[in-house]
């Protein structure tokens, strides 16, 4: 029985399996991926296929010995960082530091566009070979897309998520209620369903992040994971490294289960900590500060990570291979603390108790600049104070996306995922722009302002117009001026004048007959007859006039655009 409100039979089913294993299991922690302690880490795996409450542990031969020491004497051995460098070394290339779509193209440039471009044409003719297409297929209309097309894709692809409709196809509705004209202009609606960099040239900054972020996907997926402190809770895993001055993405690994790519490293360190190494190896040697938490925290990963000119500063938890016992109970706000040369293990009792691994703090308590609400001042060790400082990068920059985000729903993961790469290429983007001016304009604004640059870039409205709805709020073939009246009557003659009528005089849908009519145009004075000889001669808007099935049956000369122009003099 399905007790989860809200959720899938089959979502519900995992849910119940990774809580059973929770009970039975969480009070074990490994080295491994598997390990997830469900109360304090934002990670949640199981073995390679969910529900499996298999565990692979690592040896304890491969774990170095610590000797920890209680005295309160502890130097960290610090890697000064070199303030000099950090930065992008291309800002400097840069023509026009207001041209965001300069910045954007460091990402998506010009190969990577032209190669989207090529396997989606490549992945067309695949289709069309292999499908049996109907007459009423969009396909029918494919004409081969390219670079300038894919990037005024993107540019749409974006601007949808700041015009949010149910369905993409109400971006190209022709109702007055749902109406965004810039799409029908730019591009138009089967093009755009249809088709559906990293850069070594940015020098981190000092402190960088290491996090998890996931990517809301509910469809069948062996690697989906399921994170309950997490907005979106079922999804694809991503672990982010960041620069915290800057909120630069500056790598990332799709967790896939077990054939997820990292790169080999010493097995003491577990998956956790080849983890860190995979997305901190350009980084290392560098003197940089890592902040992870508690699932990739240990004494190995720290001693590994300071022999490589790294330093460290994370959460923890107390069973992990090679800590110190820290058994002692705290009053709130006391702190313990034991060290090896280099490493310093501390206890600190807040609400809970805390642990920390630092290779660069000592125990000093600080003043975090708070008052609690008595008016007394909020005091933390300086590790923890360090740690709340620089550790929500990768959670900001999830802020930040939840409302310019241009991820569409569909039932193809890799989908989801190549729109979240867009949106995390406006967002470097978006951190070079910052860097670069010193401007701190919203996200949001930025990437309106990049999607006009692209549209105005690549679009050229060359194309030939389809009959249509006018731009303007006043269509001008509405104002009257082509609408029929009475012949005014001759002086001295008759008093109902009549005269042969122009449509019937010159149609081609039938025999041509002479008949006289008493209406005239209001502004050309061509002679026509009543209906059906006005349905003939004038466009009318469907929503404001006759209720014309098909307009095209009607006329009986060459179509003139829906702009206002009148079918027998052609004039507006």
Not at 408 to 422: A, M, N
Not at 479 to 504: E, T, W
Request: aromatic share 10%; proline share 4%.
């Amino acid at each position: 029985m399905n007790t989860y409100v809200g959720l899938t039979d089959s979502e519900a089913e995992y849910l119940s399996e990774l809580m059973t294993t929770v009970e039975s299991d969480g009070s074990e922690c490994d080295e491994e991926l598997e390990d997830i302690d469900y109360d304090t880490s934002d990670s949640e795996y199981e073995d390679g296929v969910p529900g499996s409450s298999k565990r692979r542990k690592a040896k304890d031969s491969n774990i170095p010995h610590f000797s920890w020491r209680s005295d309160n004497e502890f130097v960290p051995q610090y890697h000064a960082y070199d303030s000099t460098n950090p930065g992008f070394r291309l800002l400097s290339d840069l023509e026009d530091e207001n041209n965001f779509l300069q910045y954007f193209q460091c990402y998506f440039t010009e190969e990577l566009v032209q190669e989207i471009a090529t396997e989606t044409n490549r992945y067309f003719e695949f289709v069309t070979q292999n499908t049996n297409k109907s007459k009423y297929s969009r396909l029918n209309h494919w004409r081969g897309t390219n670079t300038e097309e894919i990037f005024l894709f993107l540019g749409m692809t974006m601007l949808i998520a700041k015009n949010k409709k149910l369905k993409i196809s109400e971006c190209w509705s022709r109702g007055c209620l749902l109406q965004t004209p810039i799409f029908q202009k730019v591009m138009s609606r089967d093009s755009d369903i249809i088709i559906e960099n990293k850069i070594s040239s940015f020098m981190p900054f000092e402190n960088l992040c290491i996090d998890e972020s996931l990517l809301l996907y509910k469809g069948r997926l062996s690697f989906k994971q399921y994170i309950r402190s997490k907005r979106h809770r079922f999804g694809v895993k991503f672990f982010v490294l960041t620069d915290v001055e800057t909120d630069y993405v500056l790598d990332f690994i799709i967790y896939t289960g077990a054939i997820t790519d990292l790169e080999e490293v010493d097995k003491s360190l577990g998956i956790s900590g080849a983890i860190v190494y995979t997305l901190m190896k350009p980084c290392l040697e560098k003197d940089h500060n890592i902040f992870p938490d508690n699932w990739y925290t240990s004494p190995t990963l720290a001693k590994y990570l300071h022999e490589h000119k790294t330093n460290l500063c994370g959460t923890v938890r107390n069973n992990r291979k090679g800590m110190p016992k820290l058994e002692k109970k705290l009053k709130q706000g006391e702190v313990i603390t034991q060290h090896t040369d280099k490493i310093m293990a501390l206890k600190w009792r807040d609400r809970r108790d805390v642990y920390m691994l630092t290779t660069l703090h000592t125990n000093k308590i600080v003043d975090t600049g708070k008052k609690n609400r008595q008016g007394e001042a909020i005091k933390k060790p300086e590790c923890v104070k360090c740690y709340n400082q620089n550790m929500g990068s990768v959670d900001k920059i999830d802020m930040l996306l939840s409302s310019v985000e241009c991820i569409r729903k569909t039932i193809k993961w890799y989908k989801k995922i190549f729109f979240h790469l867009l949106d995390l290429a406006v967002t470097n983007s978006y951190a070079m722009y910052n860097v670069k001016t010193g401007n701190r304009i919203s996200l949001a604004d930025f990437q309106l302002e990049l999607i006009r640059q692209i549209i105005e870039k690549i679009f050229k409205d060359e194309r030939p117009r389809k009959p249509g709805r006018p731009s303007g709020d006043v269509p001008i073939r509405l104002v009257g001026r082509h609408f029929p009246k009475l012949i005014p009557a001759v002086p001295g003659g008759k008093q109902n004048s009549q005269r042969i009528c122009h449509v019937c005089k010159h149609t081609e849908l039938g025999p041509k007959r002479r008949k006289d009519t008493s209406s005239e145009k209001v502004k050309c004075q061509e002679f026509i007859g009543n209906m059906p000889s006005t349905k003939k001669m004038i466009f009318l808007d469907p929503d404001v006039a006759f209720n014309f099935d098909n307009r095209a049956k009607y006329t009986d000369v060459p179509m003139a655009p829906f702009g206002g122009v009148c079918k027998i003099c052609f004039q507006a």
